[in-house]
């Protein structure tokens, strides 16, 4: 899980707007037959991105992105799109769940890169509030 339901998974003080799942190739195809009568768009294929889809259901927009698993190399893209199951995420534990989602500082430059100046502060205060100081 990335994106803010990771923010909100982790304790981050944000709403999430959405459900952003990176899988595989194969898995994107298996959550495409499972919103099957969900799915606001087709499962689309994209050259150099993936297999990606969006459903919503529950009154939940969840949307994934399926790509070849391929091991990262230097530090996490600012682009979610060169992000794998296969990148070097941490994991939480939520509802008796372990999910992996992105390190809090790759959310962090994620969030200023796209001018979300609420959410910095929000991880800011996250931060702030278990010890940890801001990163540079």
């Known amino acids: 899980m990335v994106g803010?339901?990771?923010?909100?998974a982790r304790g981050v003080g944000v709403r999430p707007?959405?459900?952003d799942v990176i899988t595989t190739t194969d898995?994107?195809?298996?959550?495409?037959?499972?919103y099957q009568e969900t799915l606001i768009m087709p499962l689309a294929t994209?050259?150099?991105?993936?297999?990606?889809?969006?459903?919503?259901?529950?009154g939940i927009r969840v949307e994934w992105l399926g790509n070849q698993a391929r091991v990262q190399e230097g530090s996490w893209p600012l682009a979610g799109s060169a992000w794998t199951v296969a990148s070097?995420?941490?994991?939480v534990s939520w509802n008796n769940r372990v999910l992996r989602v992105p390190p809090l500082d790759v959310q962090r430059r994620v969030e200023v890169h796209r001018q979300r100046p609420d959410r910095v502060a929000a991880i800011d205060e996250y931060r702030r509030s278990r010890g940890r100081e801001r990163p540079p």
Request: hydrophobic share 40%; net charge negative.
């Open 46 to 58: 994209s050259p150099g991105f993936g297999r990606w889809s969006r459903a919503f259901t529950g």
């Open 27 to 34: 898995g994107a195809d298996v959550l495409s037959d499972s």
């Open 88 to 91: 070097p995420f941490e994991e």
């Open 4 to 8: 803010s339901a990771a923010l909100a």
């Open 17 to 19: 707007g959405d459900i």
